[in-house]
């Protein structure tokens, strides 16, 4: 792994065909980098936004082609892709309702960089994290 990967991104295995992810965070621990589990996300929310994991991998320099659930070492995805995918991937995960899925989805697609960074450490943030992804929700796709 090299020095500048700061996210990784696992494929899970599950029953049958599908599959889920994972992205896990890299973050200095006293000891050194310590993995931290940013999002786990399978079934219909994954589905909606496999366009944005598949890019996030394009511009981290894989093939779409290796994203495929028999995969067993972890995609290292650059900065900026790994930040976006993870918001999206936090922001819908907990829905069931494919147009508010997609209303989501496409408006973590549609911002700036500064919104993802800034959203993406409200949400990841201990303690508070939970009320930021309820409340960008909100923001972007009210019921």
């Not at 090299?2 to 889920?20: K, N, S």
């Not at 219909?44 to 659930?69: I, M």
């Not at 800034?118 to 992804?133: H, I, L, M, R, V």
């Amino acid at each position: 792994m090299t020095r500048a990967t700061q996210f990784l991104l696992f494929v899970l295995p599950r029953e049958g065909p599908d599959y889920g992810v994972e992205l896990r965070q890299l973050v200095n621990g006293g000891a050194g980098l310590k993995q931290r589990m940013a999002v786990r996300v399978w079934g219909p929310p994954l589905a909606s936004v496999v366009d944005q994991v598949l890019e996030a991998l394009k511009r981290s320099g894989y093939r779409p082609g290796e994203f495929a659930r028999t995969r067993e070492a972890p995609f290292e995805l650059k900065e900026p892709w790994a930040v976006r995918l993870g918001l999206a991937l936090l922001a819908v995960k907990p829905l069931s309702k494919s147009s508010r899925i997609d209303r989501v989805a496409a408006a973590v697609r549609s911002m700036s960089d500064e919104e993802v960074y800034y959203w993406f450490a409200k949400c990841t943030a201990e303690g508070s994290g939970f009320a930021a992804q309820r409340a960008l929700r909100t923001l972007v796709a009210p019921e």
